[in-house]
């Protein structure tokens, strides 16, 4: 039997489970008047026709004066657009339906795939996740992504300041207004002597998000921070950087007097600020804490630097509570704190410190934020091990409550 739907529609519907990429439908204005797409996922508009000033809306409501236009939506529907040139000489109106369907395929709340694996040094790097001989970066980041996709639970460790993975959902993480789009879990812990301070072991990581707006599904677009508590703190540095430098081969290990660090000076790096030092080694870790399966004999991580949170109550080294942040950032409060682990799209910044207002997030990136060494603890290094979309349930179970 002849299929009633006419072909181009058939075309823009097969795309529609696939995303934003190089093969989605383009509109030809005058020709095509409805278009399918599944929820979450992109269709570009990009008329043939030129002229001095454009116009795109919604159901009235402009949305754009771009001459491209990239329509996303969060929810089922028929949606009404209209694309005007406003142009003295060539002046151009067209209406059009784009109908927005459920996805073919349940999409999933969780992480689905890593994209990126750069830790910077640390102690529970080539363990968390395991580097074995021969491994190459797209090993470890496929190994990466075996432990934080989906519920696996593994933790990743990020190393010391600046150290990052990213990573994607199945779909586009919506940026809906008014409410938390994410969550991320770490392993941060309060002291129990006195969990109201907040103080115990808190990591901070801070993180990024960026919109496929070129549609290549490559994370290569403008990264955004979301910005958090300490964002707009006098005492939060932007615009930092820090350098690592893989030990000499013939590098002599110089241990300290408390029996806790087997050498001091394991790992030199310089930073933006002029600042110097070393990532110890500690008797608890023994494996090389440099990434093994990177080449490089340099590393170098920019972002913004958070104060450091570590206070010493021993006065010899000995304990050190981390307090946390007040919000917006990973591995920063207990994971029981579903709010305080939760994520806005809506407080994304550029370089700047403005605010942007995205229609979303399809790359999400987290690094750790502080340069920071706490004795026999260690460099303050972020871990993750899941994150999930708030707005996506699986069937027969309920949103998240934040």
């Not at 979301?226 to 005492?235: D, I």
């Not at 490089?296 to 991580?301: A, N, S, V």
């Not at 080294?317 to 806005?344: E, M, Q, T």
């Amino acid at each position: 039997m002849r299929n009633p739907l006419p072909h181009y529609i058939l075309s823009a519907l097969s795309l529609a489970v696939t995303g934003c990429n190089e093969n989605v439908p383009i509109v030809s204005l005058g020709i095509d008047d409805t278009y399918y797409i599944a929820r979450m996922q992109k269709l570009q508009l990009r008329p043939a026709l030129t002229g001095d000033r454009y116009e795109w809306k919604i159901n009235g409501k402009s949305v754009s004066t771009d001459k491209d236009y990239i329509f996303i939506a969060e929810r089922e529907g028929t949606y009404h657009l209209s694309f005007d040139i406003i142009d003295l000489t060539t002046p151009y109106h067209h209406d059009f339906t784009i109908e927005v369907l459920h996805e073919e395929v349940e999409y999933s709340p969780y992480i689905s795939k890593v994209l990126e694996y750069r830790p910077a040094p640390g102690q529970f790097i080539n363990e968390m996740p395991e580097y074995e001989d021969g491994d190459t970066e797209a090993d470890m980041v496929r190994k990466a992504g075996e432990c934080i996709s989906g519920t696996a639970d593994i933790m990743i460790s990020l190393g010391g300041y600046g150290g990052y993975v990213t990573f994607a959902f199945d779909h586009t993480v919506m940026n809906v207004k008014g409410e938390k789009d994410f969550r991320i879990w770490g392993n941060a812990f309060y002291e129990l002597t006195n969990p109201d301070a907040k103080g115990g072991s808190a990591e901070p990581g801070i993180v990024m998000v960026s919109y496929d707006s070129n549609c290549n599904g490559l994370p290569d677009d403008e990264w955004y921070e979301l910005a958090g508590s300490e964002y707009y703190q006098p005492h939060t540095l932007h615009g930092y950087s820090i350098t690592y430098h893989r030990p000499s081969p013939d590098h002599i290990p110089e241990e300290d007097d408390t029996g806790f660090l087997s050498d001091t000076k394991y790992i030199p790096w310089h930073d933006s600020t002029g600042g110097t030092g070393y990532i110890a080694k500690n008797t608890f870790h023994s494996q090389c804490y440099y990434p093994l399966w990177l080449k490089e004999d340099e590393l170098t991580f920019n972002g913004t630097l958070l104060p450091q949170n570590g206070i010493d109550t021993s006065g010899t080294g000995r304990y050190y509570i981390l307090y946390a942040f007040g919000w917006g950032y990973v591995d920063n409060h207990p994971n029981d704190y579903a709010d305080l682990n939760s994520f806005d799209i809506g407080w994304a910044v550029d370089s700047e410190g403005r605010t942007v207002d995205l229609p979303g997030a399809d790359f999400i990136r987290v690094y750790t934020g502080l340069n920071q060494y706490c004795g026999w603890l260690g460099e303050t290094s972020t871990e993750i091990s899941r994150a999930c979309d708030l707005h996506i349930a699986l069937p027969g179970v309920p949103l998240p409550e934040i």
